[in-house]
């Protein structure tokens, strides 16, 4: 009996991690409400945990749980005497009948809807990569709060706030079609690149709930290139992760410091997840349509020549760089594009380049200080330096990130 | 919005501030974060405070003073100073906690600076 319980929490824990999303995404693209369906899923899931060690575990579990939570629903339904309502638990209670009968791995893959309505242009710009988190991710309110740096009350009331539009709103949770797609899709893509980029420099390197966010991100770039065939940008995402993800190794030394691309070790970028990179690319390339992350992507594939032996071609990233800031001008890629500069021209020209950036854009923007040091630095500015240096260490909350420049700081002296 | 950015320190890091292995990472933290808050336009004032230990505390009850050496409350980590930072909101003031360097070793807490009003001012 114990034995069997324990297999069952097991099971319970199992089908939650691999298709809670799935189940999800089919209740709600019905429902056309994340709240109800949400909870009819959570019962699902309590109800399951307390019948199987019973019972025991049913031949499909997530078939079970499907039904066990259509029937929440259909039971949700039966408060109201309508005539229509009777009408409609009839067709649902039918419908939950054949559902049972079939295999999830039947039904069509619904994750990407969540994926649509998660980046909902009626959804507020700052809810969606935490509703995304939340819809497909199931992650709580509290970790997302952690990993968006909100405070808990305020961020399960942003994520309230969202869901209760989509359902007044009575938002259709289809994918959208041909004509609203590149838009839809472009949200869905910034979406998914912020919650990769939250997850990128977890302040502390041991902590294992960004691992996995950062895998599960890339796990939605695949399907979205799966699902979706011939989105040059979607694939150019993924790309860009990838390569991210493929020098991960090499980011941190022994002790949890920062170390920059230039110092890296490459023989620890990870080849596999590089030449997946590349071959994503070179398909993305082939539509002639280069946009946001296909130029990002593209520049750090020029850096991962180096895993290859061979030297970096500045003048190609700065190519990359201009175009990049032709389309979508960021402080962040003219920080950049002011490195690069600096690789191809001297010192001197960088910091020319990053003395044009706007005052009320660097006052608070790390990179900016961190580049500006490095570059008055190998300009021979010791005074510059250290005072770019002290600001860059005011302005990281990574402790890696500012041993690193400390010691950088400490070394000028020399 | 003014916010005290509050800083708890423990032992450990109240003895960084004097061992000279490690007393340079320290106070050159700090100095970088005041220096960042200054130079950002943000600082709007605060202080460092001696380690607990220099600490001494009173309460009267019933006309009876306790005093004892030591802060008032014994918890692992203890206030170790505070910035006060003016921000347009919560959200910009977590963002410079984050970037306190006992966010990495201690703990920071971020409190709204209570706002007087012409009733309770008197």
């Known amino acids: 009996m114990r034995e069997s319980s324990t297999e069952s929490v097991r099971v319970v824990a199992e089908v939650a991690r691999e298709s809670r999303a799935r189940l999800l995404a089919i209740l709600a693209s019905r429902e056309r409400d994340l709240h ?80 649509f309505i998660a980046a909902h242009p009626a959804v507020e710009a700052s809810a969606r990569a935490p509703l995304m988190l939340q819809l497909v991710f199931g992650l709580d309110a509290a970790t997302i709060a952690s990993a968006f740096l909100a405070s808990p009350s305020a961020m399960s009331g942003r994520l309230v706030r969202a869901k209760n539009r989509i359902r007044e709103l009575g938002i259709s949770f289809d994918v959208p079609e041909s004509e609203e797609l590149p838009s839809r899709l472009r949200s869905v893509l910034d979406t998914i690149y912020a919650v990769f980029g939250t997850a990128w420099e977890p302040a502390d390197g041991t902590e294992v709930r960004w691992t996995e966010l950062r895998d599960e991100a890339i796990r939605l770039g695949r399907l979205l290139v ?11 995402l993924l790309a860009l992760m990838l390569h991210c993800e493929a020098r991960r190794p090499a980011r941190r030394d022994s002790q949890g410091r920062f170390v920059p691309l230039d ?24 539509h002639r349509l280069p946009g946001r992350f296909q130029l990002e992507a593209a520049i750090q594939s020029a850096h991962a020549a180096r895993r290859f032996g061979r030297g970096v071609d500045w003048a190609d990233i700065a190519l990359f760089y201009d175009e990049l800031l032709r389309i979508e001008p960021t402080i962040a890629a003219a920080t950049a594009r002011a490195a690069v500069i600096a690789r191809i021209e001297g010192p001197e020209a960088g910091l ?38 002290d600001r860059a260490i005011g302005l990281s909350d990574d402790p890696g990130v500012r041993a690193h420049l400390l010691g950088r700081r400490a070394r000028i002296v020399d | 919005m003014k916010y005290a950015v509050l800083v708890y320190e423990g032992l450990e890091d109240y003895s960084a501030r004097t061992d000279s292995d490690r007393a340079g990472a320290y106070w050159g933290a700090y100095r970088a974060y005041s220096s960042a808050l200054r130079e950002a ?67 920071v807490e971020v409190r709204p600076v209570l706002v007087m009003g012409s009733d309770s001012a008197q």
């Not at chain 1, 009320?360 to 510059?384: H, M, N, V």
């Not at chain 2, 050496?69 to 910035?83: I, N, S």
Request: net charge negative; proline share 6%.
């Open chain 1, 226 to 236: 799966e699902l979706l065939p011939g989105r040059p940008e979607a694939e150019g």
């Open chain 1, 263 to 286: 110092e890296q070790d490459v023989a620890l970028w990870d080849l596999d997840l590089i030449e997946e990179a590349e071959r994503r690319l070179a398909s993305a390339a082939r």
């Open chain 1, 36 to 115: 109800a369906a949400e909870d009819a899923l959570a019962d699902a899931f309590a109800q399951a945990l307390e019948t199987w060690p019973v019972e025991g575990v049913p031949t499909s579990p997530v078939a079970w749980l499907l039904t066990a939570s259509r029937r929440r629903l259909i039971d949700g339904l039966r408060r109201s005497g309508s005539e229509r309502a009777r009408l409609e638990r009839l067709a649902r209670t039918i419908e939950n009948e054949v559902a049972s009968n079939l295999e999830i791995e039947m039904w069509p893959d619904e994750r990407l809807k969540l994926l």
């Open chain 2, 41 to 107: 336009g943000v600082a709007a004032g605060g202080t460092a405070l001696e380690p607990p230990d220099r600490a001494v505390s009173i309460r009267i009850r019933d006309e009876k003073r306790t005093v004892h050496d030591g802060p008032f409350a014994d918890t692992k980590e203890q206030l170790g100073g505070m910035f006060l930072i003016d921000v347009p909101d919560l959200e910009t003031a977590l963002e410079w906690a984050a970037r306190c360097p006992a966010a990495a070793w201690g703990a």
């Open chain 1, 352 to 389: 020319a380049a990053l003395e044009r950036l706007p005052e009320s854009a660097i006052k608070d923007y790390q990179p900016f200080w961190a580049t500006r040091a490095e570059l008055s630095r190998s300009a021979g500015l010791r005074r510059e330096a250290e005072a770019a240096y």
